[in-house]
């Protein structure tokens, strides 16, 4: 049974209700870089999957980067003359800027507003601010708690603590029949924020719960780490281990309500750049493809140049193009159950295209070989909305050991479960033999790189 035959066979409404509650369960723990907070967030994901944790010291170098120093947070508030709490941590992690040095002070308004970040065209949101690199202190807050401030005297208190400890990630490994590996990573180091953080993580943590003890073709290595740092991290102390990744996926901002958007691997036209495009262009969704750009989230670090693994970037919304981003506003709210499952089936999707993208050999090339004398003529109902024969006809045609099953499918304009089924039952029927990986060519023959789509930034409407 394929991938998403069998994916197909949960219940959509379920899983969205359990990846929302996964979030919802995440989404109060005031995660960081490092510290505590990432901590307990891949213990609950190791709840679910089998999950190493690894645990790398402060200062170790990292590439052209460090290891910083572990950052952890008890409490932090603004108390005004009454003693009242202003602006509390306690009510919400986003009001400590993340990393903020210790502080215990009593200081006038003009001194404490330096430390101050609002969204005036926002008022009612928090933003979300981080020093990692720089030491430093601060408290974000609403625009109209920071109006409502007068020149006073405030007590602050930041309790934290930043000193020599370990950066913290989590991996899980799922093992295949070719060592080749399928990596899938996502950024588990935002405090309470929804969509740019949990989402990924909820719809990973899912994917790697439903591969695993499966019969899988290719390995696979899902990552929970923090932003840049953790990634850099990753790859410095996996070199060897990078060389092995055939297909990649960063996940972020895929449970927010917008269409899809794919964000290609720096080479361009990799299998996974192919694999994405054509399942999105067969979603009921809308879905854009944008061209690779150094700026975005851990696909930089996988795609620099000393590796430019083949790893793209799914979202939904782009990061930093929608207002909630990075502020309070991205909330359990902004994320919602039927699109955190949309975003898990096409991930799924996805996998059973790579899982199943094999070529074929027509073993009766001469002439068209005689389907109805097979039973492979008639209409054999199902999902393939009568595309079951075109797609043996297109199978058996191209299947000349060159093209792809994907190739197939991009060239036929028919889904490549589809195409995929087709291939299976043309092997059942001895019309067809699969070519081994490495009797096939590196490249597809030039003619079927032309895609349904062109290549480049493109908007497609969901069909
Ligand atoms: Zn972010």
């Known amino acids: 049974m394929s991938l998403l035959t069998d994916f197909d066979q949960r219940n959509a409404a379920t899983l969205g209700r359990e990846l929302h509650q996964f979030a919802a369960d995440l989404f109060p723990i005031c995660r960081s870089i490092t510290g505590d907070g990432i901590r307990r967030t891949l213990a609950m994901v190791g709840d679910r999957i089998a999950l190493q944790i690894h645990e790398v010291p402060s200062g170790t170098p990292v590439f052209d980067w460090t290891v910083p120093r572990e950052w952890n947070i008890r409490d932090a ?17 986003l009001h400590v800027v993340n990393y903020s040095t210790p502080v215990r002070s009593t200081m006038p308004f003009r001194e404490l507003k330096t430390h101050l970040f609002t969204i005036p065209d926002r008022p009612d949101w928090i933003p979300y601010r981080t020093s990692y690199y720089k030491e430093d202190w601060g408290f974000c807050l609403s625009h109209r708690q920071m109006l409502a401030l007068k020149d006073l005297d405030y007590e602050v208190c930041i309790d934290s603590s930043l000193e020599n400890g370990h950066l913290t990630y989590g991996e899980c490994y799922l093992p295949g029949h070719s060592a080749d590996e399928i990596l899938i990573s996502c950024h588990a180091c935002h405090p309470s924020l929804a969509n740019d953080n949990l989402s ?51 996940l972020t901002c895929i449970g927010d309500s917008g269409g899809f958007h794919y964000k290609k691997s720096r080479r361009g036209n990799a299998e996974i750049d192919r694999a994405v495009g054509h399942v999105l262009r067969h979603t009921s969704e809308p879905s854009e493809i944008l061209d690779f750009s150094p700026s975005g989230y851990d696909e930089r670090q996988y795609c620099s140049p000393g590796f430019n693994l083949p790893v793209g970037c799914l979202m939904r919304s782009v990061w930093g193009t929608f207002p909630e981003y990075h502020t309070s506003a991205d909330n359990l709210e902004f994320i919602r159950p039927a699109q955190l499952a949309g975003s898990l089936r096409v991930c ?13 050999r027509n073993l009766a090339p001469y002439g068209e070989p005689q389907l109805g004398r097979r039973n492979l003529y008639g209409s ?5 909305n009568g595309l079951e024969i075109p797609a043996r006809l297109w199978v058996l045609n191209l299947s000349d050991g060159a093209y792809s099953l ?8 028919i889904a490549f479960p589809v195409i995929s089924d087709a291939a299976a039952i043309l092997c059942q029927s001895g019309l067809l033999s699969p070519v081994s990986d490495e009797d096939a060519p590196a490249n597809p023959p030039a003619e079927a790189s032309r895609s349904e789509g062109s290549s480049g930034r493109q908007t497609i409407a969901g069909r």
């Not at 108390?79 to 992690?93: M, S, Y």
């Not at 054999?380 to 393939?384: E, R």
């Open 77 to 93: 508030y603004i108390k005004g003359p009454d003693g009242e709490r202003l602006v509390d941590f306690k009510k919400c992690n």
């Open 200 to 250: 990924g993580l909820a719809v990973a943590t899912f994917l790697a719960r439903f591969l695993s003890g499966r019969d899988l073709r290719y390995s696979y290595r899902f990552l929970f780490i923090p932003g840049t740092i953790g990634a850099i991290t990753w790859l410095a102390r996996n070199h060897q281990t990078a060389a092995r990744v055939r297909h990649g996926l960063v």
């Open 348 to 360: 799924a999707s996805v996998l059973d295209v790579l899982e199943n993208n094999r070529r074929y």
């Open 380 to 384: 054999p109902g199902g999902g393939g």
């Open 406 to 413: 994907l190739d197939i499918a991009e060239r036929s304009g």
